[in-house]
Structure formats: structure tokens, C-alpha cells
């Protein structure tokens, strides 16, 4: 088992214990049927790179490791921290009949168990708002893969305009853990009460602005943006500084 250091992690791995056999079902209503579609422009990033080796950080039950494997011909590491999500994960890519091209193992993206430089690629979804500190957390991704690797993730958002914020303020705190506790029970409403006011705390200490800094600081260059769904998704995609400078 991994060794658990910090309190969000602590917190993740608890949070998440008793989801998994739902979690897929539960990621769609919690981004309104939206997950699916931000995975997807996540992964366009990775697919042009041609990787041969991608690691997938925060894999859960493997839904973007499948995809992966799906859309490149890339092997696929996949890391999460809660045993249960990664039992599921692997039962999903048994079932898939991805075994031989998918890998799941334990491990904290804090302190990843791989070589400095293992890997063409990386993704990582729904990440940072569980680790302690954001910033070691990106130098860490950032050690494990080679110069001019493709990397990009996905992160719940905070819609712009005050107009659809108001309606995210309402469905994050009154509709979601509703729906949470009509769908799923006490471990459902837990996560949807918790959801909202996790997210609006984390952007209130790390903006966006402060998450593209962070990201060049850590060894990321030519970062860019993309806020989805009126601003409930963010994709995000940079490129390991160090690489072939562009013809």
C-alpha cells in the first residue's frame, strides 16, 4: 500500500475508497454529463505526440489510461493512490482486453516510483486539488518525463462570467449533494457536498494564473489554456522543456 503523506491525500484516498464500482457514473453527474468530452480534449493533446510510453497520473479506474490506449499505440502506466480505485481500474482494462498495453500500480504523484525520465508522455486529471502542495506536485510530474514530452490535464473550473457562476454555486451546493444521496447515498452526498466548496477554495489560493506560473516554473513550456463547458472544465497541455526547438 502507499505510504500516505499529508492531509489531502489522506482525505482523497479516504474520499474515494467506497466509490469506486460508481465512480465512473458519479464523474459524469458530477460534470453534468460533461467528463466524457473533457477527457477527450485532454487526450487530443497527447495523440499527436506519437508516445510510446505514457504514464497517467490520478488514473482512478483507468477510464483516460483506456483511451489512451485507445488512440495511440503508446503502453500505459497508470498511478493512483486508493487501492480500491486501482482494483476497479484493472478489472475495467481486463474487460477492455487491454492487460497487456495498461499497467496500474499504487503510488503517490507526490513521490512517483519511476526514473528520472521514463516516459514520452503524461496526463493527469482531478489532481492538484488533493495534493498538499501544488507546485512540488508539478516538479515531480515533470522529473518523470523526457524533454519535449506532450503532458496535459483536466481540473474542475470556476465558470467566468458571474451569470453561470451563480448557477454552479447553486447545482455544486444544493443539486449535486441532492443528487448524490438520490443516486448513490451517504458516500455520494458526501463527495457532492464536498465537491463546490473544494473548488472555489482551491482557485481562491491557486488562480488559474498561478496554475500556468507554477506549470512553467516546474519545467513546462509553450502551456496553454482551454475553459470548457461555460467553465466548468479546464484542459490544460504543455510541453517538457529541453526538447528539439521547432523547425
Known amino acids: 500500500m502507499p505510504q500516505v503523506a499529508g492531509d489531502r491525500n489522506r482525505f482523497a484516498q479516504e474520499l474515494f475508497t467506497s466509490l469506486p464500482s460508481r465512480y465512473d457514473r458519479l464523474a459524469e453527474i458530477l460534470s453534468m454529463g460533461q467528463n466524457g468530452r473533457w477527457r477527450r480534449a485532454m487526450v ?53 482486453g487491454m492487460s497487456e498495453r495498461a499497467q496500474l500500480v499504487a503510488g503517490r504523484a507526490e513521490q512517483l516510483p519511476f526514473p528520472d525520465r521514463s516516459f514520452d508522455a503524461l496526463t493527469f486529471t482531478y489532481l492538484l ?34 451569470f453561470w457562476r451563480f448557477w454552479w454555486w447553486l447545482y455544486t451546493r444544493l443539486l449535486l449533494p441532492l443528487g448524490g444521496w438520490l443516486t448513490g447515498g451517504r458516500e455520494w452526498f ?54 528539439p526547438a521547432a523547425g
Open 190 to 243: 458526501r463527495v457532492g457536498k464536498f465537491l463546490g466548496p473544494n473548488i472555489s477554495g482551491h482557485y481562491r489560493k491557486y488562480p488559474l494564473s498561478w496554475t500556468e506560473d507554477a506549470w512553467r516554473q516546474a519545467g513546462f513550456e509553450n502551456v496553454g489554456v482551454r475553459v470548457m463547458s461555460l467553465g466548468g472544465g479546464l484542459v490544460m497541455w504543455g510541453t517538457r522543456s529541453g526538447g
Open 44 to 96: 487530443d493533446h497527447i495523440v499527436p505526440s506519437s508516445p510510446r510510453q505514457v504514464l497517467d497520473v490520478a488514473s482512478g479506474t483507468a477510464g483516460v489510461a483506456l483511451q489512451l490506449a485507445a488512440r495511440t499505440s503508446a503502453d500505459i502506466v497508470g498511478v493512483d493512490l486508493t487501492l480500491g480505485m486501482l482494483a476497479q481500474g484493472r478489472r475495467n482494462v481486463a474487460q477492455a
Open 129 to 162: 486539488r488533493y495534493v498538499d502542495d501544488p507546485q512540488a506536485t508539478l516538479c515531480e510530474l515533470a522529473r518523470v518525463v523526457k524533454p519535449g514530452a506532450a503532458v496535459a490535464s483536466l481540473e474542475f473550473f470556476l465558470p467566468p462570467s458571474a
